[in-house]
């Protein structure tokens, strides 16, 4: 098994703050995360002037002002911040990573040198974005919260018929709702999109605390994408939703733990580590009482005593009615050589 990919979605929890953005890149770097992933966009491209906030955002930032627009405007990274902080991830030494919202914010990001895609779940019905994306056929990850199946196989679609190899694209299952209730994760869809599409999976988390990711793991994600933030209580539409860093530490090793777990042959057999513990848990034939040579053993004869180093109990029927070739006292174990 290829080793897990973890997204650290910092997104806009940098609150328009290069210096928290910096300090997200540190605790990516910090829980062993492979990616910190952040957005590109422009409000004007973005959202009309009077597009509402989404319900969970307008709840997350608590303010009286019900305008996407005001909200996300103050949420941008200039072209000097997105130079800035793919030159602090080259030198933390972790990849640098960002979603664009727009045709043109998908070739910037191109421009800047990005050699992986993210389609976020909002855009998988986007035409023209998904055959920019398409055009430069790199690898694609595709989200797929609000989907149905066909709404997937019609991105799948646009893509490849624009150019970019099946074998490029995985594909996340993801549910928009900041956080997303237990009821409505639905992790079973993960597996019906590995079977439908024939293609790498893996899931996008909005729930809270870390199980979820966790379970995704053990059942296949090859791809995990989670929130993170420095604080959760902190102003701003996606902060509540996130992990601490702390957290994000403790996902990190709870996946490479599963990746661990999960990585065997397959073939039920005893392993390296364990089979010092057979003749010490398992047990072998013993005498339950003194007996003379030459006595034909019977049931009552014999026991099943640890260690397990000796005739195993398994052989018992093949020892009754056997003739003890030496004196053995209660408790001795079997040889083989003292029966015949």
Not at 109 to 133: C, M, R, W
Not at 154 to 164: C, F, I, K, M, Y
Request: aromatic share 6%; hydrophobic share 40%.
């Amino acid at each position: 098994m290829s080793k897990v990919i973890i997204i650290a979605e910092a997104g806009v929890n940098h609150n328009g703050d290069i210096v928290m953005a910096k300090k997200l890149i540190d605790a990516g770097v910090d829980a062993g995360v492979d990616y910190v992933k952040f957005q590109t966009f422009k409000a004007d491209k973005l959202v009309s002037r009077d597009a509402k906030k989404a319900d969970y955002q307008s709840k997350n930032i608590g303010d009286s002002d019900d305008s996407q627009y005001n909200m996300l405007k103050k949420l941008e990274l200039s072209h000097e911040d997105h130079i800035e902080l793919m030159a602090y991830c080259k030198e933390r030494n972790i990849k640098f990573f960002s979603t664009a919202f727009d045709v043109d914010g998908v070739h910037y990001l191109n421009d800047l040198g990005l050699e992986l895609f993210k389609v976020p779940s909002g855009e998988i019905t986007n035409y023209p974005y998904l055959k920019a994306i398409a055009s430069f056929n790199k690898p694609v990850i595709l989200s797929t919260g609000m989907c149905t199946e066909q709404e997937i196989k019609d991105a799948v679609g646009v893509l490849t018929g624009a150019g970019l190899l099946k074998e490029r694209i995985s594909i996340l299952h993801c549910n928009t709702e900041y956080p997303t209730p237990m009821k409505d994760v639905n992790l079973k869809a993960m597996l019906a999109i590995s079977k439908e599409f024939d293609v790498e999976v893996g899931y996008s988390d909005h729930t809270l605390g870390i199980e979820v990711p966790i379970a995704a793991v053990a059942m296949g994600a090859v791809i995990i994408e989670k929130h993170f933030t420095l604080d959760r209580t902190l102003p701003g539409p996606d902060h509540v939703a996130s992990l601490e860093p702390d957290e994000l530490k403790q996902m990190v090793n709870a996946i490479r733990n599963i990746e661990l777990a999960i990585s065997g042959s397959g073939i039920k057999e005893p392993s390296a580590s364990e089979m010092k513990n057979i003749a010490i848990a398992r047990k072998s034939i013993h005498i339950s009482r003194d007996l003379p040579m030459g006595h034909i053993i019977t049931d009552d004869d014999i026991m099943a005593l640890r260690p397990g180093d000796g005739i195993s109990p398994m052989r018992w029927n093949a020892v009754v009615g056997k003739r003890l070739t030496a004196d053995k006292k209660g408790f001795d174990k079997l040889l083989e050589t003292d029966i015949a």
